[in-house]
T-cell receptor, first 119, second 113 residues
Framework: GAVVSQHPSWVICKSGTSVKIECRSL??????MFWYRQFPKQSLMLMAT?????????EQGVEKDKFLINHASLTLSTLTVTSAHPEDSSFYIC???????????????FGPGTRLTVL | GQNIDQPTEMTATEGAIVQINCTYQ??????LFWYQQHAGEAPTFLSY????GLEEKGRFSSFLSRSKGYSYLLLKELQMKDSASYLC??????????????FGTGTLLAVQP
């Protein structure tokens, strides 16, 4: 149980284009999903918290108009990087939370990540 | 502010024991997690502490002292496959009602033969 998938696993795009990344909880419902970004040799940085049916909450310094998040259902959240530039190249990881599965310990279950390269 | 510190790199020998320390200063605390992350992969859950003391799970143990803002991850009988980054993360409701994970910089552990 508690499997989270991401699609695509890697993507290469041209500067100025938009890229959509999907995050799905496969065997549980996640009212809250999180999006992280990780640059090489650095730790995970939280970008935004996504709640089903409501607007995402963005961390300080993250442009909400550039990183569009849609959490349309209890099993799917999408992150769209709009007008991507080379500095957006990074490893994007989503996670989903289900208190029931985690025995109340507020554990997040991570997806396998998406490697984005912007040329 | 939110601050979590870990050593950047550590080296240990196969079969030995290694302790990875983590100190934290956060506004709010709802538990501390340790994750293992191999290069290019997502983090995988290792342990969780919310009360003071030691939690043991096989070759891995984790300790927490809330009064000191301190935790460590202890890895015994090291194996080559344990070479990875180890991430300390604190669950905190900073900035709102939802608990969020604040990650440390991670400790890159190299296990040598």
């Amino acid at each position: 149980g508690a499997v989270v998938s991401q699609h695509p696993s890697w993507v290469i795009c041209k500067s100025g284009t938009s890229v959509k990344i999907e995050c799905r909880s496969l065997d549980f419902q996640a009212t809250t999903m999180f999006w992280y970004r990780q640059f090489p040799k650095q730790s995970l940085m939280l970008m935004a918290t996504s709640n089903e049916g409501s607007k995402a909450t963005y961390e300080q310094g993250v442009e909400k108009d550039k990183f569009l998040i849609n959490h349309a259902s209890l099993t799917l959240s999408t992150l769209t990087v709009t007008s991507a530039h080379p500095e957006d190249s990074s490893f994007y990881i989503c996670s989903a939370r289900d208190f029931g599965l985690a025995g109340g310990k507020d554990e997040q279950f991570f997806g396998p990540g998406t490697r984005l390269t912007v040329l | 502010g939110q601050n979590i510190d870990q050593p950047t790199e550590m080296t240990a020998t196969e079969g030995a024991i290694v302790q990875i320390n983590c100190t934290y200063q956060t506004s709010g605390f709802n538990g501390l997690f340790w994750y293992q992350q191999h290069a290019g992969e997502a983090p995988t859950f290792l342990s969780y502490n919310v009360l003071d003391g030691l939690e043991e799970k096989g070759r891995f143990s984790s300790f927490l002292s809330r009064s000191k803002g301190y935790s460590y991850l202890l890895l015994k009988e090291l194996q080559m496959k344990d070479s990875a980054s180890y991430l300390c993360a604190v669950s905190s409701p900073y900035g709102g009602a939802t608990n969020k994970l604040i990650f440390g910089t991670g400790t890159l552990l190299a296990v040598q033969p």
